[in-house]
């Protein structure tokens, strides 16, 4: 089982619709949560932290859910700019704490 | 400040040849990883370094040696192409803090034939 799930999709929205992807992971002892934004062939960039308490920036909003395990990434008024794929990810604990992503959930927002 | 920077762009390589893919980055970052990126595979941990002088194996290493001499530089050889490496790779570089941002390379577009 992965370390950290996504649900593939593809999504494919109209603009103006509230979209939300959905991420589970295996390893309780994971510190922190992100997603990250990937354009097609482009390098992923961090698009915000999740904190446990749920944390809203702008349209996104982000929500952890420990006991489930769970984390979740909803956006509002989709935009077409918000086309791309959008990547879960984990931090590890220990001295490593390297970074495990999921597979990533590909948005198209259509006109 | 130029971030994270990769080279080359994209190489095309025979079996059997080696060669190095170059990564720097000018941030004073603790921790640099180097990745590969496969259709429906997501980004896979190949090594990384927690500071100059470290580093440790990934999810998938074999076939690949690192070496991190400075903290700024992170070297990633590929000793002798395979195919199974046609990939894109991602070098990264992030400081210590939990939540510290973790910053791409723009990535090298690696075909073996």
């Known amino acids: 089982r992965k370390e950290v799930e996504q649900d593939p999709g593809p999504f494919n929205v109209p603009e103006g619709a509230t979209v939300a992807f959905n991420c589970t992971y295996s390893n309780s002892a994971s510190q922190s949560f992100f997603w990250y934004r990937q354009d097609c062939r482009k390098e992923p960039k961090l698009l915000m932290s999740v904190y446990s308490s749920g944390n809203e920036d702008g349209r996104f909003t982000a929500q952890l859910n420990r006991a489930s395990q769970y984390i979740s990434l909803l956006i509002r008024d989709s935009k077409l700019s918000d086309s791309a794929t959008y990547l879960c990810v984990g931090l590890s604990s220990g001295s490593a704490r390297q970074l495990t992503f999921g597979s990533g959930t590909q948005l198209t927002v259509l006109p | 400040n130029a971030g994270v920077t990769q080279t080359p762009k994209f190489q095309v390589l025979k079996t059997g040849q080696s060669m190095t893919l170059q990564c720097a980055q000018d941030m004073n970052h603790e921790y640099m990883s180097w990745y590969r990126q496969d259709p429906g595979m997501g980004l896979r941990l190949i090594h990384y370094s927690v500071g100059a002088g470290i580093t440790d194996q990934g999810e998938v290493p074999n076939g690949y040696n690192v070496s991190r001499s400075t903290t700024e530089d992170f070297p990633l050889r590929l000793l002798s192409a395979a195919p199974s490496q046609t990939s894109v790779y991602f070098c990264?570089?992030?400081?210590?803090?939990?939540?510290?941002?973790?910053?791409f390379g723009p990535g090298t577009r690696l075909l073996v034939l």
């Open positions: 990264a570089s992030r400081g210590g803090a939990v939540r510290e941002t973790q910053y």
